[in-house]
Each structure stands twice: as C-alpha cells, then as structure tokens.
C-alpha cells in the first residue's frame, strides 16, 4: 500500500500546485463546485496510477486542480462508495493521496436523509458529528505510523474553528444552516421508516452512504475536516415519501449553489 502511494503521490506531484493543501470531495449532485473554480484541469481517475475507478451514475470520476476563493484546491468528482464494491482501503485511498501530498484541510459533501423533524428537503447541515455504522472500518489491520496512531482520539473530528467559520458564513449571508450528526450506513438501499427512526433515536439528525470512511481517515493522517450534508430527503415519520436516486441528484443540486459559496467563502478566509 505504501508504494503504491508512492507511485501515486510522484505521478500527481508534478500536475498538482506545489502550494495546494486544500482537499475536496464532491458528493451526489454536487460536482459542481469544481465548475467555479479557475485555471482548471482535469485529471480522469483512470489516467492515475493505482487509483480505483469510479462506477455509480452521476459519478463523474476525476480529479480536478484549480483555484477556488483564491487558493489552489484538488477537488474529487466522484467518490467510491462502499457499496460499489470497493474495500475501504480503496474507498479511502485518496484522501491517503491528499495526506501523502501534504494537505491540511479536507472538505466534504455529501447527499442525505434527514431524521431530524425540523429539517426540510434542501436544508444544507453541517455536520458535527458521525456515527459510524459501517461493516467495515478503514483503519482495521496494520497500521503504519506514516499514516497517524493505531488508536486515534475522535473528541473532535470536524474541526471546530472551520465549522465556527462556516457558521458565521452561513449566518452573515443569511444562508439557512442546519446542525447534526451523520450517520454512516453501506446502503446501497435507502432506509426502512424502522431504519430512520433507529438511527434518529441513536442520536442521528442524517444518514448517507459515504463520509465517515473518508473522514477517518484524513482524521487520522492529521487533516482538518470540515463536512456538509444536504438533506434531498426526509426520513422523518409521517413525512416519508418513495426517494429514489434521481430525487436526490435534483434535490441536492438546488441546495449546491448555497454549499458551495459557503466553502468557497471559507476557503477564502482559511
Ligand atoms: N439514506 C441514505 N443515503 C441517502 C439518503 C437516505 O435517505 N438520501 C441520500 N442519500
């Protein structure tokens, strides 16, 4: 695994801003982010050495370089999802690309079910918290100390100064701001009204397919995390309504445009 981090990280370095520390990972319906971005290239995940290819449809599968808020960003349009059929070293192999390329933030978005009774379709929530639900966990075997400690401290897994940052963001331009825990699950189907409301009651307010992977691991090589939910769906009891797949990409790109300002704006202030 290290080797071929190795190999990844050497074939990247010479494509990607020596300056760049900005990581991002573009969830359903919201690639694009990227698309604000300036002096952008574009990097198919299949031209890079080792890296898994992405599958799922609105997916795109590549990375992007550019400026976004005025400082260079690597963005991730498209992400591997556990339920694709990826382990979760592959899940999680780009952020250990990010870490290797000597990052210090990583910026998250996802799309989610909404438990928490006062959230509404389009609600953007910054996530506080996870709870991880995963079969799997991406740090379980050997763990090499080029990567962080065999017990990571999880006390404060989304940065607390980038979410006070982002709040002030939000509230400043009046963008409607939800809190909450996100609760990570390996679909790939969507909740039972039993399931959201078992993972309302443990203490969840979203539940989504990815993240948690993700952010454990940049958590663990020492990046600074900072995670969006959109809520395209409301697994609220007396609220449930069929969702498919499509309902959440339409929903989550009306609520993209107001997730991204804020990260831009963010990544401005950084
Ligand atoms: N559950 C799980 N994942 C999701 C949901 C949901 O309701 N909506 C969007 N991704």
Do not use: C
């Not at 370089?65 to 990826?86: D, N, S, W």
């Amino acid at each position: 695994m290290l080797k071929n981090l190795q190999e990844t990280v050497s074939w990247l370095r010479p494509q990607i801003p020596a300056e760049t520390k900005i990581g991002i990972i573009l969830g359903t319906g919201l690639g694009d982010l990227a698309n604000n971005s300036t002096d952008k290239k574009e990097i198919p995940y299949e031209t890079i050495p080792h890296f898994p290819v992405s599958t799922v449809e609105g997916h795109s599968g590549k990375l992007i370089t550019g400026k976004l808020g005025g400082k260079p960003i690597l963005a991730m349009q498209g992400r591997f999802h556990f339920y694709e059929g990826y382990d979760m070293k592959q899940v999680t192999y780009p952020v250990r690309v990010m870490q290797f390329l000597g990052f210090e933030y990583l910026f998250v978005s996802n799309a989610a079910g909404g438990m928490n009774s006062s959230f509404q379709i389009g609600d953007i929530m910054l996530i506080e918290d996870h709870i991880n639900l995963f079969p799997e966990h991406p740090l379980r075997g050997k763990n090499l100390p080029e990567f962080g400690v065999r017990f990571p401290d999880m006390s404060e897994t989304y940065n607390l100064s980038l979410r006070k940052l982002a709040t002030k963001i939000a509230s400043g331009n009046n963008i409607k701001l939800q809190f909450g825990t996100y609760v990570g699950t390996q679909g790939p189907t969507f909740e039972t009204p039993a399931e959201y409301y078992y993972f309302k009651v443990i203490g969840g307010d979203a539940v989504g397919m990815s993240t948690v992977p993700e952010v454990i691991v940049a958590h663990h090589g020492g990046l600074k995390v900072l995670a969006f939910s959109i809520i395209t769906d409301l697994g609220v009891l007396g609220k449930i309504v069929e969702v498919s797949h499509e309902e959440v990409q339409e929903a989550a790109k009306i609520a993209q445009p107001k997730m991204a300002f804020i990260m831009e704006e963010v990544i401005k202030q950084l």
